[in-house]
Structures are given as structure tokens and as C-alpha cells.
């Protein structure tokens, strides 16, 4: 079953406005309809701090546990205490980098990409200078945007204490093989954490199936609130140290979720997740049968609802891929096979000659195209292209919502901008 477009915008309210196409995305999506209307109920009907001995008090804490149980759901964790809440990715990766830096020494390796978003990189540096251990560099292939699995394969016979990977890249849309890096990861005596903040919107993540210990994500890039999700193996949420106040639980995950949390933002994630779930019953059915014997309710539904976004995003690549070979001088930084539309999202990174990407963005925007320029915190990345200095590229980022439609106007304003000149 295709997806009905006009169905599906009509959950955003920010798609209203025909007059902006946001292609914005990676940076950070527009919210769909159940989580703000989750968030305005907890507001209104269960604004109240956690474990009172009042009736809002309790309407919160159900409120809670369901989003924690939804989000176990859309990871497929093993319990619902393996799923931990916070203010976004960066954030809950420093504090638990925190905690994890206790188990190294002196000398112990840890592995990081060139790949990665820099908040999976400068946490690991930081606990690298903290700790006096050594930092070992995964490279990637400057032509196709695709990690160097033989510079993976030399820094994991390092044997690393901790291996930090992205599921998929922030600024070059690649899909990282995270299972089979995670099993390498595995075999050599790493912990494996992994990013999947640019991957949650675009496919199924299985935190089982990939064996990771720790992946983490932000629902303000999937439809969602300004919150971040982490997963982590129940058995190291428990026996590591977490820096908290002293009259906080001992046991995950409510040792690991510092202060008040934002609650209307955790049930603005239930209702993120719930979008997800909506998708699957109207557009996913047929999807993923074979996960129909392993999985059921919720966890099938949201399954099947990322499924239905994944299929349809190879027709958002192919009409990228299209518009990019046509325009002169362009650039395209990453894979631009079209026959390799499993291995990257639709978040792209152009240069076009004769122009600074952060121009090139604000001539878009001034015609109601919105997208991002300079290194999007991807430093490793930019630096490794040469583009660094000369303000990073332009990236064009698309998600489910997007229409055809809106692809094709896209090609037509920047092949105009390119045309006029500055």
C-alpha cells in the first residue's frame, strides 16, 4: 500500500503554509498532530511532578510509563527500564559518557568515526583526555560517503574498550552496516554505542537484533518533541555509576533521569509514536510479514509504519538523485547510486561551483525553500571533504512528508538560482 500524501500532511500542521517547503529535516522535523496534542493534554489535564498522592499527579505517572513502554516498543528493547529519557542525544550521551568513562584506564583504546556527528565523537574525546586513553579514528570514503570497513577492521584489532558508530550519517545520508559493526565491535572486547538520531526516521530500529549496548535518539527529528531516548542494556544502566542527586532511585532508569524531566515533552513522544503506529495500520498492512510471528500490537504496528516510510523514501531519493545530475556544476557529496538507495537516507550535501552553501541557503530560503549549510556539528565529516573553511556544503533533507510534488518545485528554484547567478 502506498502512502496518501494528502492524508499524512494533513497530520502537520506546519505543512499548512504551501508557500515553504521544508527540507530542513535532518536538522530537525516539523511535530505531527498527536504529539502536540499530547502535550497540550498533559498540560492541561496532568501537569503535575511524578509519585504524588494526588490524581495528577498519578494521570503523569501513567502518562510517563506509557511513552517509556512506547519507546521500548520502537526499539525493541528487551524492558521498559532499559529506555531513558533526557534532554536530547548530545546531551544524554555527555552524561553517560560520564559514568562509562569509570570502566577505562590509562592506555585503553577507544574507537570513534569520521563520520559521526560530533556528539558521538567529542564525548568520547573528552573521557579520552579525562581518562589518558587513546583515540582510535574508523575513516570513510571521500568518493561514495561509505565507512572504510578495512580502517574499521585495523582499529578494532586495537581491541578498544568502546566503540562510538552512527547508524546513519547526519550530513551524508550513509547507513552504516551497525549489526555487523557491532558484532565485530563485540568480538574484539567493545562496548558498542551507537547514534541513531539521523536513521529514526527513516527505518526499523532493533536494538536486539543489532546487539548494541547503548543507542540513542532525539524525537524532535522523528515528528516529535525536543526530547532525547536512550536505550542501554539493563545490566550496565544498573552497575554503573550515575551521577545524581542523593534521595534519587538506585535502579534504572529513574537513576539515570536527573531533576524533573520534561514530561510534556516525553508525552509529546508518546504521541510522535503514536503517528508511527498510525502510519502502520493505514499504509503498512503486508509490510513486514514476516516480523507478524514475532511481534504484535504496537510493536508490529510501528514496525510496519517505518516500513511504509522506507519504501517510499527511495521514490524521494530517485527524484533528488534526478534533480542533482541535472544541475551544472553541482556537486554531490556521498552515495549517488541509485541502485544503493538501501544504503543512505534522502538527507544529501551539495556545493555548487561558484557559490558559498551558506548564500546558496539563503537565496532557497527567500523562495520558501528552508534547508541548513556549514557542518550540522558533522566537524569529522567536513573537515575530511576539504570544505571546512570554505563553509561546509548544503544539505537537503527529506522525510516522508515531503511530496513529489515539492521535490520537483525544489529542482526548479535552485536550478533557477544556479542559472541567474549571484
Known sequence: MTLNLEKIRAQFPA??????????NPGGTQICAPSLERVSKYLVES??????????????DRVLDEARMACKD???AARAEEIVFGPNMTSLTLNISRSLARLLNPGDRIMVTRLDH???????MLVAQDRGCELDWVDFDVEDGTLDMDSLTRALTRKPKLAAVGYASNAL?????????????????????????????????????IGCDFLVSSAYKW???????????????????????????????DKWETGTANHEGIAGVLGALEYFEWLGENFGSGLLAQDATRFSGRALRLRQGLAAIQ?????????LLDIFFTIPGLRLYGLNDTQRLNKRVPTFSINVDGWHPGDLAEKLGQRGVYAWDGNYYALAVTQRLGVEESGGMLRIGAVHYNTLAEIVRFGEILGDIVRQGK
Open 15 to 24: 505543512l499548512a503554509n504551501p508557500d515553504v517547503i521544508f527540507l530542513d
Open 47 to 60: 501537569n503535575a511532578n511524578r509519585h504524588g498522592a494526588f490524581e495528577t499527579s498519578r494521570i503523569s
Open 74 to 76: 520502537f526499539y525493541n
Open 118 to 124: 560530533d556528539a558521538n565523537i567529542s564525548p568520547w
Open 173 to 209: 545520508g550513509t547507513i552504516n552496516p551497525v549489526q555487523q559493526i557491532t558484532q565485530m565491535a563485540k568480538d574484539s572486547g567493545a562496548l558498542v554505542f551507537v547514534d541513531a538520531v539521523q536513521y529514526a526516521p527513516h527505518g526499523v530500529i532493533d536494538v536486539q537484533e
Open 223 to 253: 515528528f516529535g518533541t525536543h526530547v532525547g531516548v536512550l536505550y542501554g542494556r539493563y545490566e550496565l544502566l544498573d552497575s554503573l555509576m550515575a551521577y545524581k542527586v542523593r534521595p534519587a532511585s538506585d535502579l534504572p532508569p
Open 311 to 319: 519504501a517510499y523514501e527511495y521514490e524521494l531519493d530517485r527524484a
